[in-house]
Every structure is written in structure tokens, then in C-alpha cells.
């Protein structure tokens, strides 16, 4: 046999695919696990929030002969439910059935809306630090990320002004989470319209991640952070992502949405949608259910997630780290005295414990677009209890004083 082999090898693109810096560190903890060491996660966003009964009960309830496909834009009777919400929710956003197209979670949404404003070269413009899969998503479409720095001394705020002077000639759409992953900002009715104003004067979508629209801290109870489906003038240019992973703790259900009032930008998300065949049958019934969840559940989510910022924003600063408190999602960007957060979260992770408990975070220079930026920053999702994320900030304190002595633990 003297058959020539030819040599195979995965793409550049493949190769070159950006690692989650969320889960980066997720096999070292699975070896400490192992190792019998306790370890309390707080490198991603999975809550630990009971998801809503009713939720449950749908999947529960679920009793066809054939699990079949679903409409590729969704089930009618759950896009018209989503309507009448994204009506409640913005006054006069004049939102029906056919301006949403039901997605396998906001990630779907992301990359649907991300492809269907951009061509090959183009790029999107977003501020860091960022979401990781947008960069994620950018790179799978052969597209450009550029970023606006946003910094711990100003509480990570946007600046529209910034947000335009950082656009260029390939610039199509901007990016932007309200509520922030992983910083906490909450966009005002201002900023969005000055955001609006940015877009339409320089011709560029608004893609407005609103995934954690009811997580916003220190106002009045049953306060969302503002759609942009009620800023005048954001008909032809805003897209929504929508999710109920993290509004009715379901990550798991992998229902999420794309609104859109243009016509175009429809069109081709269903086309995208059609190419996928459709998004999951059963999960879009326990999306459903979700609309009817009661105002208290939200009230008691929302106190909830207050305390514990409250409770992880103290700790830090008994143990000398000030970060200003934010103002809503469930994630808190904390830069360390540490010159490599990476180096430090995977020895915290894998070689520290403090009475065989230790810490997973997510270092962030993965969120940066910018070399270098967030070399000393980690990023904590306050997911689990008040007693555990007190604890997690004492592991912290003892990790940074043994790692900052070299000591050997
Ligand atoms: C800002 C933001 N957008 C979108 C998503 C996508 O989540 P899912 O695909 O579970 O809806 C996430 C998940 O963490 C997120 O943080």
C-alpha cells in the first residue's frame, strides 16, 4: 500500500477560535472537585434562583405522540405573547407576532442579528469590557470588533460621545448589553437616545442585548432598565436579543428571541432561523408559561440579588478591595492587586484552599479587546447565597495574601 495520505487540518478560522474565557478555568476546577476540595463558582451565570413553577410544569405537562419541529420563526401563540409584553413594556413600540423571531437562547439572537447586518470585513463596534461571545460571534463571521474603553474609576459609564468618535468606515452596528455583562451598567433613557442618535446619523444598527432587563438595583420596585423599543427613531435600526435564561432562571430551556421592526433585517434572521430548521418545541411551551410568572417573583429576584451585591461589595472591601456597587444583571468586574489575574485565578483555583474551600472566577482580559487591558481584573457572578458569596470573599483575602507573599500553601 503506498496510497499518498494527504494532510488534513481544521481551519484557520476553527483554529483560531476564541476560548471562553468563562469556562477557561472550569477543568482545574473540576480536578480540585476531584480532589475532594470544595469549590464555590462564581466564573459563570447560572443562578441558582428556583425557575418559575410554571415553567416546570409545562415541560411536566407536555403530552404529544410526536415531538415534532416548530414553526423556524416560533409558535404564533408564543410570538403573540411576547408581543403583548414587549408592548407592556414600551408604551407604543407597536411591536406584533411578526417582528419576533423565536431563537435558541439570546445567543442565537446574537449571532442572527450580528449576520444579518454585516458582510465579510465589516465590523462591530462595542464597549469593553465586553460580553465574550460577541468577539466569539465576530470571529466565527470573519467580521472586525472594534471597542470603547470603559474603566473601574467611572463605574464602567458610556459615553456616547466616545461610542461615536470610535466609529469607522466599516463600523455596521453597534453592540451593547443594558443591563452590562460583565459590568453592571445600566444605559439611562439619555444615553439610549443619544445611542439612537449616534446610529442614525452615522447609518448603524443597535443591536441591544437586553437579557437582563429586570435585574436593576436601588429603584422603585418593578422597575426594568429602559427598552430601546421606546426611543423614537430606533424603528428601522434597533434589534433586540432577548432570552429567558437568566429573567426566569432557565438557562437551560435555550429559548431566547430577535425583535426587529425591519423588514429586512426579518427577513434575514428567518432565513437563518428557516437554515437551522427551528428552535426547540417543548422549551418554547415553558417559554409560554414563563409570561405569566407573577410581579412577586421578580420583587423577591430582585431583593435578592441586591443583598448579595451588597453582601460580595462589603466583602471585597473588608478585605481592601473598594469596587463601586452595580446597578443591575447579577456580575460584578473587580480589579485585583494582583499584575496577572489569570496566573492568580488558576493557582487560586487549583493549588489554594482555605479549610478545603476555594474560588472559580473568570479572569477578564478575555472581555477586552484592547492588548493588555484587564490584566488584573476578574469578573464575579453573585449567583449563589449571601453566606457563601461572604465566604467566597474571605477565601479571596486569604488567597491574595498568600499569592502576594509567595507563600506556598
Ligand atoms: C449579555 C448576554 N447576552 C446574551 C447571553 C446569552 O444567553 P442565552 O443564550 O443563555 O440566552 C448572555 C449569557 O450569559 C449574556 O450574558
Known amino acids: ?57 409545562a415541560y411536566r405537562n407536555y403530552d404529544e405522540t410526536v415531538l415534532a419541529y416548530a414553526p423556524s420563526d416560533g409558535f404564533v401563540e408564543y410570538r403573540e405573547a411576547l408581543a403583548t409584553y414587549y408592548n407592556t413594556l414600551a408604551d407604543g413600540a407597536g411591536i406584533d407576532a411578526d417582528n419576533i423571531v423565536v431563537t435558541v437562547g439570546g445567543s442565537e439572537a446574537l449571532l442572527f ?24 460571534y465576530a470571529h466565527l463571521l470573519g467580521i472586525g470588533v472594534d471597542a470603547v474603553t470603559t474603566t473601574p474609576d467611572n463605574s464602567y459609564h458610556i459615553d456616547p460621545a466616545e461610542v461615536e468618535a470610535a466609529i469607522t468606515p466599516t463600523t455596521k452596528a453597534i453592540v451593547i448589553p443594558s443591563p452590562g455583562n460583565p459590568t453592571g451598567v445600566v444605559l439611562t433613557t439619555d444615553q ?55 429573567r426566569y432562571s432557565a438557562c437551560g430551556a435555550r429559548v431566547g428571541c430577535l425583535v426587529t421592526r425591519n423588514n429586512d433585517i426579518r427577513t434575514a434572521a428567518l432565513h437563518y432561523g428557516q437554515a437551522r430548521l427551528s428552535p426547540a418545541t417543548v422549551d418554547q411551551y415553558a417559554g409560554l408559561a414563563a409570561l405569566d410568572t407573577p410581579a412577586t417573583y421578580f420583587e423577591d429576584v430582585v431583593k435578592e440579588y441586591t443583598a448579595r451585591r451588597n453582601v460580595l ?21 473587580v480589579a485585583l492587586p494582583v499584575d496577572d489575574a489569570n496566573a492568580f485565578s488558576e493557582w487560586m483555583v487549583s493549588e489554594f484552599s482555605l479549610e478545603n474551600q476555594t ?47 509567595g507563600q506556598p500553601t
Open 192 to 246: 439610549l437616545d443619544a445611542l439612537v442618535d449616534v446610529c442614525r446619523r452615522h447609518g448603524l444598527f443597535y443591536i441591544a442585548d437586553e437579557v437582563y432587563r429586570e435585574f436593576v438595583y436601588d429603584e422603585p420596585t418593578g422597575t426594568r432598565a429602559p427598552s430601546i423599543l421606546n426611543c423614537d427613531g430606533s424603528e428601522e435600526i434597533a434589534i433586540v436579543i432577548d432570552s429567558v435564561s437568566k
Open 113 to 136: 442579528a450580528m449576520a444579518a447586518v454585516t458582510d465579510p470585513g465589516d465590523s462591530v463596534l462595542v464597549c469593553e469590557p465586553y460580553y465574550t461571545n460577541y468577539a466569539g
Open 313 to 333: 461589595v462589603q466583602g471585597l472591601a473588608d478585605i481592601g478591595i473598594t469596587v463601586a456597587s452595580p446597578k443591575g444583571a447579577f456580575y460584578l468586574a
Open 1 to 57: 500500500m503506498n496510497e499518498q495520505m494527504n494532510t488534513i487540518a481544521a481551519s484557520k478560522r476553527g483554529l483560531n477560535a476564541p476560548a471562553s474565557p468563562i469556562r477557561s478555568l472550569a477543568a482545574l476546577a473540576r480536578k480540585s472537585v476531584d480532589r475532594g476540595v470544595d469549590v464555590l463558582f462564581l466564573n459563570i451565570g447560572q443562578p441558582d434562583i428556583p425557575t418559575p413553577r410554571g415553567m416546570i410544569d
Open 359 to 405: 474560588i472559580c472566577v473568570a479572569p477578564l482580559e478575555g472581555f477586552y479587546n484592547t492588548p493588555g487591558l484587564g490584566r488584573n481584573e476578574i469578573r464575579m457572578a453573585y449567583v449563589l447565597d449571601q453566606a457563601k458569596l461572604k465566604r467566597c470573599t474571605e477565601i479571596l483575602g486569604a488567597a491574595l495574601k498568600a499569592w502576594n507573599n
